[in-house]
């Protein structure tokens, strides 16, 4: 887990870090089963993961539907940024929806090493960036997209969720009616 933790940081900051060891110092190891939670409505954010295997769904519950925001896969950092960031109640839930593999790091560490180590506020925003452009897509993709456009861009750009997870999940996820999703799935 660690290692692949190491090789996503060098990947994106140059393998040059003196102080990387210092960086991973600061993280944890957890490994998860499938449907075990990282975060409920209500609880606050106290960290940041980054996961190695597995996948999580990232999710609001409105009147009982699950509105899926993102399907986070390995190699990808998974957080909810508002909470993390106001040290208020959740409003997002994650899920692990495969068994999963992690390293997380507390706000206390996390801000400790935005304070002491130049390059880790680099990845910091990186992670920002992400969040902010699935995010701008999402908007666009609900005002302009047709549910057939939203499937092929899906296809296009993600395409092993097509069998990694439930059409259910995947329907939720492109905001789509899961029988309408399937029905138009079947057509492509």
Known sequence: MMQQLRD?????????????????????????????????????????????????????????????RDIVLEDNWCIDLISFGS???????????????????????FQKLLEAVPQFDKVYRQILEQSYANSVYRINSFVSLSSLDRIKWLLKNRPTLMTRVSSKLIASYLGINKDVFRRLKSQL
């Open 8 to 68: 996503h940081i060098c990947s994106r900051l140059g393998s040059d870090l003196d102080n990387l060891d210092y960086v991973l110092s600061h993280f944890s190891e957890r490994k998860l089963k499938r449907n075990e939670w990282l975060l409920k409505e209500g609880e606050i954010c106290r960290h940041v993961y980054f996961l190695s295997s597995g996948a999580f769904q990232v999710f609001v519950n409105e009147d009982g539907n699950e509105n899926t």
């Open 87 to 109: 040290q208020q109640p959740a409003t997002e839930q994650i899920r692990a929806i495969e068994a999963a593999e992690i390293c997380s790091i507390d706000r206390p560490s």
